[in-house]
C-alpha cells in the first residue's frame, strides 16, 4: 500500500514534478519553460522548487547562456520513485483501498 | 493527511494533464529541429528549381543527403539524452518517405516534376498530420498548413510553382519549427 506524500501533494508541486517526470532521464527544462508548461500562476513558484530540491527530488542547476542566467531543474530518481509511490496513493484511495479518511 | 476520493481524483486529473502537456513540449522541442532543418533544403531548392531544372534536381539530391545525415544526428542526440531509439525512428521516417517516392515514381510516374513536388509535398503533410495526432496538435496544423499551401499553389501558381513551395513550404517549415519551440 503506497503512502501519501505531503510535499508532493500540494498542486502547484504536483503540476511540477508531473511535467518534469514526463521528461526522459536527465533532461532538464528551464525555469520559463517550466512555468509554463506547469501552468504555474503560483507567486511563490522559487519556493516550491526550493522545497522540492531540499527534499532530493529535483535538481536545480544554474549557469549562463552567453551573460544570461538560467536555472533549469530536473527530477532525480528518488524523485521518480516518491511521485509514483503519491500517483499510487491517490489511485488507492479512488478505487476504496486506501480509506479517504487516512 | 486526510485526502478525500474527490479531492484524489482531482489531483490525479491535474497530474495527468501537466504530464500530457510536457510530452508534447517535449516532442515539439524535438521536432523543430527537423522542421527548420527541411525547411531550409526545402527552399534552397525549390528556388533552385525555379531558376533551374537540372540545378534543382542536383540541389535536391545533395540536400537529401544532408537532410538524412543531420535528421540521424539529431535522433542520436536525443537518444543520448534519454529517448529511446532517437535516431531508429528518425531513420525509419526517412525511409518511409523515400520507400513512398520510389513506390509512387513506379506504380503512378508524375507527368512533370511539379506534379511529383506537389505529391510528395502532400505525402509530407499527411505525414506530419498523423504524428502529430500523437504528438500534439501543433505539429498537426503544420502538416495540414503544408498539405493546404501545397493545393493552393497547384491550382492559383502553376506558373511560379516552386518559389510558392520555397516560401510557403519551406518557409513554413521554418515558421512551423519556430513556433513548435514557443511552448
Sequence with gaps: ?102 | MTIQANEAASALKDAEAAAGRAASAHGYRIASGYLILWGAIWTAANIATQVSLPVGQMVWTVGAVIGIAASTWLGSRQTGRGAKGGWVKALLIGMAIAGFGVGVSVIAPPLDYGQGEAVACLAVGAIYVAMGATAGLRLAAVGAAIMVATVAGWLFARDQFFLWMAAAGGGGLILGGLWLRKV
Design chain 1, 1 to 102: 500500500m503506497a503512502d501519501a506524500d505531503e510535499i508532493i501533494h500540494q498542486s502547484t508541486r504536483l503540476r511540477l514534478m508531473s511535467v518534469l517526470n514526463a521528461l526522459p532521464d536527465g533532461e532538464a527544462l528551464d525555469f520559463k519553460r517550466l512555468k509554463a508548461i506547469a501552468q504555474a500562476t503560483d507567486g511563490n513558484l522559487g519556493a516550491h522548487l526550493a522545497t522540492l530540491e531540499k527534499a532530493g527530488y529535483i535538481a536545480i542547476d544554474k549557469d549562463f547562456v552567453g551573460k544570461r542566467p538560467r536555472t533549469q531543474a530536473r527530477i532525480s530518481r528518488a524523485g521518480r520513485r516518491a511521485f509514483e509511490r503519491h500517483l499510487q496513493y491517490l489511485r488507492d484511495i479512488i478505487e476504496g483501498v486506501v480509506p479517504a479518511d487516512n
